[in-house]
């Protein structure tokens, strides 16, 4: 087989839910079970992983390579891996986005799954196999869809006033220097309401209508590649903070519309710079 036989959008929107099955299955065992949690080596206070991260990227890693093994694949967990031959194609993937939340039983974590060609995402996926949530896009509309239900296209809220805008990030703790955290806290003032702990979570129910906004900082590609198509075929706008393309990650804005999304800016570019 060669590669270009993996050019077919059916096939790789076929294969990004495939992937997200896999990694549901063997992910669901770990969840509200008894845990070994580990702290990666560096310099967050607690950074943990589980065997049920490991595990949902080992199945995604292990469909790709058999099923389209001229594409790269860039994992939270296992790094890198080259392309076997030319390919535009690569996978970039975090098996459990809210480990956190994971270890807790919280319902709030996600894999997410983007599919960039030549490093630009083009199809994203975010699953929730516990509660039965999976958004994506298939790249040109965004769609979220249960099981034994037909697909519903996403669309993003119409808000254009900050003070009439719903915020949504991880945590507080991640704005971690004094200009992340003169951003975070002027903009929580201005904005109607602010609610924590929802990760990749809050970026889909953005897409979905039901947030405004979405504030974070020290992102990583895996953390937010799949999410870019995902609000963008919902109609919505994800920047970093000086508005540039959001999908290599660092600190990320997302917006229901672009007249949000350029107040948004604006309020950053006001406050005490680095």
Known sequence: ????????????LDLMHEAADAAGAAILPFFRAELTIEHKAGDRPF?????????GEQAIRALLSRKAPFHAVFG???????????????WVIDPIDGTRGFILGLPTWGTLIALEKDGVPIMGLMDQPYVGDRFFSDGSA???????????????????????????????????????????????????????????????????????IVVEA???????????????HAGGHITTWTGEPAHAGGRIIAASNDHLHRAALDLIASCPAD
């Open 218 to 232: 020290g992102l990583k590609p895996y953390d937010v590649a799949a999410l870019v198509p995902v609000i963008e």
């Open 1 to 12: 087989m060669s590669a270009t036989d993996h050019d077919e959008p059916s096939f790789l």
């Open 76 to 90: 939270e967990e296992f790094g890198g891996q080259a392309t076997l031959a030319h390919s535009p194609y690569r």
């Open 142 to 212: 965004a769609w979220h869809r249960r099981p034994g239900e037909a697909p519903r296209r996403l669309r993003t809220r119409a808000t254009t006033d900050l003070a009439a805008a719903h915020l949504a990030a991880t945590s507080p703790d991640i704005f971690s220097d004094a200009h992340e955290h003169a951003v975070f806290e002027t903009m929580r003032t201005r904005v109607r309401d602010t609610r924590f702990g929802t990760d990749c979570y809050a970026y889909c129910l953005l897409a979905a209508g039901l947030i405004d």
């Open 47 to 55: 950074d943990p992983v589980t065997a049920g991260d490991r595990a």
